[in-house]
């Protein structure tokens, strides 16, 4: 088991407000958007550096796009917030067992919202029988 925590959102904000504030709405739309598909193509990089690097279980792990897509491989990346792991208080824990906030820059809001906007955390668990489910309404 593993925890991560990434952003691509840093000087974000600042870049879209000058931009709202020249009246480009459409470029500020589209620097948050490049922002979120970053960190998210972040977040699927390490955790495949993760399986084939520094865990070594997937070394000779070759998938294709659509596999990778699909998450074909071994282990999941769930976190909180979505459906396996709906409880958003697990972040605190993340938060103070990685040092997040002092290693990145990164914050929790008071209803527990990453800031920047562009960020994405959670676990890694690479055991084969891992898959991921909904545990539904807390």
Request: charged share 25%; with cysteine.
């Amino acid at each position: 088991m593993g925890a991560f925590a990434v952003t691509a959102g840093l000087g974000c904000d600042e870049w879209c407000k000058a931009l709202e504030d020249e009246g480009d709405d459409y470029k500020s739309i589209m620097i948050k958007a490049v922002a979120d598909r970053l960190v998210e193509a972040f977040a699927e990089y390490l955790h495949e550096k993760i399986r084939k690097e520094y865990w070594g279980y997937a070394e000779d792990e070759a998938l294709s796009t659509e596999q990778l897509i699909h998450e074909r491989y071994q282990g999941i990346r769930p976190a909180p917030g979505y459906p396996s792991q709906p409880d958003h208080t697990e972040k605190v824990t993340l938060w103070r067992l990685l040092g997040v906030e002092e290693a990145t820059g990164m914050q929790l809001t008071d209803s527990l919202a990453m800031w920047p906007a562009a960020s994405v955390s959670g676990m890694y668990l690479a055991n084969s029988n891992c898959k991921y489910f909904s545990i539904g309404e807390i």
